[in-house]
């Protein structure tokens, strides 16, 4: 029978940034327990720290809204409302902004004092229009973020084809989200979890939790199929499973359910964009080595990981039509991953009433590359009684219960 100060379930994004922000700032004994399953979503993710795009409801890069013709066609004559994004609350712009703000220095951090490359690239995130009903869609984003012009531009379409050459013959223009960056997912992900090691964090992987023990009220440790393990803090970072572990530390139910998106990976390219791209079809990142990544359907069907031919199609004709280069490409691999979905989009995050010794942090959807940081920073802060940085009560489990 083992002890721990810390306990963390999940090795994703969200698990590894726990563990390596708690051993870099405390002294804790920390053990991460994971087990990987098909879907896992640090995996499948773009790597967009596209802190602004995402909350302005640029979302996985579909953007799912009617056309003006079409609003009216459906009217038949009658008054149409006005479009709207849909924009994320206020205290999902500072929780994501701040994380963003975050990964200059992080990434110095653990390439100087780890040894580990997790590829940060400031290419700012473009929003790239086909016609006036695109127009009248970023004119709404950027009505909704008058505080955050400094960090939005518009682009002409001559500046457009100037900064990106390749871009279709068809776009009209772009707003460009200059502090919306990207990573290598894969890297950061093990960059965390390297540094977390160095710094003395056990990492036990392969590894399914059977079982939360409890001591009245109290969480006090885990079971495994070979080991018991005690603890004075569980924290539930296991993504799209999170309410399974929620169930066996609470005896309730949490709505963090799996959202399903599928990817399309090109062959490698020599450099054909700067920056990332977003359209009303799909969004487009060229990655470090020069593979070109289009993503994300947007999907609730349960754990399902398959790929269907409807959905990579319409990605691929998305990206065709945005980048007509990629028609002289190839297809390397397709796959699925599995965001954890909550009913508001926004995280779950922090203590359970009624419960002691157990932690939240799942429920990221699409954001939890771009959130990680904050969320490792904000729980170290729980753990040792610290006031947190940001509010917590927006992203608490009590939310669905009221």
Known sequence: MKHYDVIIAGGGAIGA?????????????????????????????????WAIGESVGLGCGVIFFKTLSKLQSEAKGKDVPVMRPHQ???????????????????????????????????????????????????????????????????????????????ITEDAIGAIDFTCDHQVNPYRLVDAYLEGARQN????????????????????????????????????????????????????????????????????????????????????VAQK????????????????????SLDKITELSQGATKCLPILKQSNIKRCWAGLRPGTPDELPVLGKTPGIEGYLNACGHFRTGILTSAITGKLITELVMGKPTSLDLAPFSVERFYS
């Open 200 to 283: 003395g964090v056990q990492l036990i992987l392969n590894t399914q939790i059977d079982e939360v023990l409890r001591d009245g009220n109290r969480v006090v440790g885990v079971q495994t199929a070979d080991d018991t393990y005690h603890c004075n803090t569980l924290i539930n970072a296991t993504g799209a499973w999170a309410n399974e572990l929620f169930q066996k530390a609470t005896d309730k139910e949490m709505p963090v359910y799996p959202v399903k998106g599928q990817i399309v990976l090109s062959e490698r390219l020599p450099k054909v964009l700067r920056g990332c791209i977003s359209t009303s079809d799909c969004y």
């Open 288 to 307: 470090d080595n020069g593979e070109i990544l289009i993503g994300s359907s947007t999907e609730e069907k349960g754990f399902d990981t398959t790929n």
């Open 88 to 166: 994320l609350p206020d205290c999902f712009f500072e929780f994501a902004l701040t994380s963003n703000n975050m990964y200059p220095e992080l990434h110095k951090e653990l390439l100087n004092k780890h040894g580990v490359d997790f590829k940060f690239e400031r290419t700012g995130l473009k929003f790239v229009m086909y016609n006036q009903d695109d127009k009248v869609y970023a004119d709404q984003i950027l009505s909704g973020i008058p505080h955050l012009s400094d960090q939005v531009r518009w682009l002409s379409e001559e500046e457009l084809k100037a900064e990106e050459p390749y």
């Open 17 to 49: 940034a726990c563990a390596y922000f708690l051993s870099r700032d405390t002294d804790l004994t920390i053990a991460l327990i994971d087990i990987k399953k098909p879907g896992n979503a640090s995996r499948a993710s773009a790597g967009g720290l």
